[in-house]
């Protein structure tokens, strides 16, 4: 089973960055894929990142391109989501999930972390 932990969540000023980390355990092959999901109160939940756990076959969603990064620290067995140029629109829930094959879907995924609060003031 895999296991995810999210961490870096808090409060910051519109313009501001904060960068994200989800450390996982478990059985990961390289073929898996890693995402970065968010929710808002209200809303549907939606695709922000994913990588795979090789670290190649990035995608981002049209909102977040070029002010997110996903990358994936081999040492640390972790996936980050390094977050700049942050919007008001950008608060919500962020989430890290695990599936195969790699997609934007949440419902292709099978498992999940916690969450990490995001807020972003005007």
């Known amino acids: 089973q895999v296991q995810l932990v999210e961490s870096g969540g808090g409060l910051v000023q519109a313009g501001g960055s904060l960068r994200l980390s989800c450390a996982a355990s478990?059985?990961?092959?390289?073929?898996?894929?890693v995402g970065w999901f968010r929710q808002a109160p209200g809303k549907e939940r939606e695709f922000v990142a994913a990588?795979?756990?090789?670290?190649?076959?990035?995608t981002y969603a049209d909102s977040v391109q070029g002010r997110f990064t996903i990358s994936r620290a081999n040492a640390k067995n972790t996936v980050d989501l390094q977050m700049n140029s942050l919007k008001p629109e950008d608060t919500a829930v962020y989430y890290c999930?695990?599936?195969?094959?790699?997609?934007?879907?949440?419902?292709?995924?099978?498992?999940w972390g916690q969450g990490t609060q995001v807020t972003v003031s005007s």
């Open positions: 999930a695990v599936g195969r094959p790699p997609t934007t879907q949440a419902s292709g995924y099978d498992y």
């Open positions: 478990g059985r990961i092959y390289d073929t898996y894929g």
């Open positions: 990588i795979r756990w090789s670290g190649y076959s990035i």
